[in-house]
């Protein structure tokens, strides 16, 4: 495994579906039983209607960039090397994640650009949802 | 809403104008100004019963501080919501003395994030100090290399693609700025810049420039606030709160519409408090973190639509003699920015409705009532909007 130097997650009791269905490739969102809403970091009450315990769902994976930036400097270890793209994903579903655009040139990437999600081993834990052009 | 106008009055300010103390400490920071301000007012240490802060590297910073002043307030109040925590401080410090608990507050800031060697815009976002809290958004956050430049580039970048919003125009707010630097002595930057320098400067992440950013400086201050009857004892002229308002944004767990600023939230309450609406602002200070802050933050407070900020930021309009002056003192752009800077609004704001300026291309003519907007944490993730409206009689 490549060493991994970019800050990693700190997985806790409510956040644990998310890192465990990651490591399977897969990328879970949470949707609330009772009111019908999705939420997105997860959390262990549903944000909008204060009710107990969300559901899980798989996200189609499929989304479009709604708005980004190429960064030049920025100090942390993993991003101190040259440009790289953060973006702001909103994904089918409607909520929006922060994320890189990975898998093509910085150039190429705007508002509106239709994304979907790739994975990348971090550790034996923790896979990091990225996402690259959509096919 | 109960009436508050005139219920509380700032009567003392003092900026620390050190830009860079690698030998002080930021509680001596505090120290020296307090006493500055309380002298400025024309008051003494027995005179404060309450006692307001924040603080970017220490938690319970209101404990220690009262502990190193060997002070016991009747009230303390570390709400720390970032940059504008000291407008929250000032409305929390109104409704205190209007409620009768104290007399007197000192509001007090300081930081060493220059010397100190801080990356407060270019490092991680959470890394300010404080340890990581979980479960937090930070750890679906710090992974993607998010820095606070990037957070406001990206509102930046939305901005243009919505509204059609150009380079060219935020620039305009950093060569407004940097020209009322030019007439401030204690500013770090002091000569005119254009807006061809600032598209020239790097891009420290698209579309922001170098010069679309804040400075990184040590420094603070202290600002008093006293009832009326205190007030009306000072050396100055009492520069009465006529309103405040408080707002956190861009919650909606996910959904967030990042497109307006907690200035939306906030400036309601504040103009109907003080019973003026826009069009009476003489002066304006505001938050200019970077210069798309000051574009949203303009839009969101009502001085024009929604998008159209950058036609407003135009033309010189920002510079005095203009429209609407903002940021007299340089701004977080040009003259200090040490971590968190809303304090120094209020002071400014201050001086320029003592007409302290007078005689001078400082001052803001005939300037009777002025805005100070205070904008903490980050736009695109969790910030706080504060905003106080002061008079003169």
Redesign the interface.
């Given at each position: 495994m490549p060493d991994w130097n970019k800050p990693l997650p700190t997985v806790v009791g409510e956040t644990r579906a998310y890192w465990d269905a990651c490591r399977r490739g897969q990328l879970l969102i949470q949707h609330c039983g009772q009111c019908g809403e999705y939420q997105f970091y997860p959390r262990g009450i549903c944000a909008h209607c204060w009710t107990e315990n969300p559901g899980w769902v798989a996200a189609s994976g499929k989304g479009t960039v709604w708005t980004y930036t190429v960064t030049y400097q920025n100090r942390t270890p993993g991003f101190d090397q040259g440009p790289y793209v953060l973006a702001l994903v909103e994904l089918e579903e409607g909520v929006r994640m922060f994320s890189n655009i990975v898998e093509c040139d910085p150039r190429e990437v705007s508002i509106g650009m239709a994304v979907e999600v790739t994975f990348q081993r971090a550790t034996d834990q923790i896979s990091v949802p990225y996402f690259k052009p959509a096919g | 809403m109960v009436d508050l106008r005139r219920a509380a009055a700032v009567v003392g300010v003092h900026e620390h104008v050190t830009r860079y103390a690698p030998d002080k400490s930021e509680l001596q920071i505090q120290g020296e100004s307090i006493i500055k301000a309380l002298e400025d007012a024309g008051l003494d240490k027995g005179d404060v019963d309450g006692l307001f802060t924040a603080s970017m590297s220490v938690r319970n910073s209101g404990l220690n501080l009262a502990d190193y002043l060997n002070m016991y307030p009747k009230h303390v109040d570390n709400t720390t919501v970032g940059g504008g925590s000291f407008e929250f401080h000032l409305a929390h410090a109104l409704n205190a003395i209007y409620a009768g608990r104290i007399n007197c507050a000192v509001i007090t800031y300081s930081t060493l994030a220059r010397s100190g060697g801080v990356?407060v815009g270019?490092?991680?976002v959470s890394?300010f100090g404080h340890p990581?809290l979980?479960?937090s958004?930070?750890?679906?956050?710090?992974?993607?290399?998010?820095?606070t430049?990037?957070l406001y580039?990206?509102?930046a970048?939305?901005h243009f693609?919505q509204y059609g919003t150009t380079p060219e125009q935020l620039a305009e707010i950093a060569v407004a700025v940097r020209h009322h630097a030019s007439m401030n002595p204690e500013a770090l930057f002091r000569d005119e810049i254009t807006v061809e320098d600032v598209l020239r400067s790097?891009?420290?992440?698209?579309?922001?420039h170098l010069m679309d950013c804040c400075v990184i400086t040590d420094g603070g201050g202290a600002v008093v606030v006293a009832s009326p009857e205190v007030a009306r004892s000072c050396r100055h002229r009492p520069v009465w709160v006529l309103g405040t308002g408080e707002a956190v944004a861009h919650?909606g767990?996910?959904?967030?519409d990042?497109i307006y600023v907690a200035a939306k939230q906030s400036q309601g309450p504040a103009f109907a408090g003080a019973g003026v609406t826009q069009a009476d602002i003489d002066m304006a200070m505001i938050y200019d973190s970077f210069t798309i802050t000051v574009l949203e933050t303009l839009e969101d407070l009502g001085f024009c639509e929604k998008g159209e900020g950058g036609e407003f930021v135009s033309g010189g309009r920002l510079k005095i003699g203009g429209g609407l002056p903002i940021n007299t003192d340089g701004g977080g752009l040009s003259s200090n920015h040490p971590g968190m800077r809303g304090i120094f609004l209020l002071m400014e704001a201050t001086r320029q409705l003592r007409h302290q300026f007078e005689g001078t291309p400082r001052q803001v003519p005939d300037c009777k009532i002025a805005l100070c907007h205070g904008t903490g944490g980050a736009l695109?993730s969790r910030h706080s909007g504060g905003t106080v409206i002061l008079g003169r009689d």
């Open positions: - | 990356s270019t490092g991680g890394r990581r979980d479960p958004p930070d750890s679906f956050e710090e992974l993607y290399g998010l820095t430049v990037g580039a990206m509102i970048q939305r693609h790097r891009v420290i992440s698209s579309p922001l919650q767990a996910g959904k967030r990042l695109g």
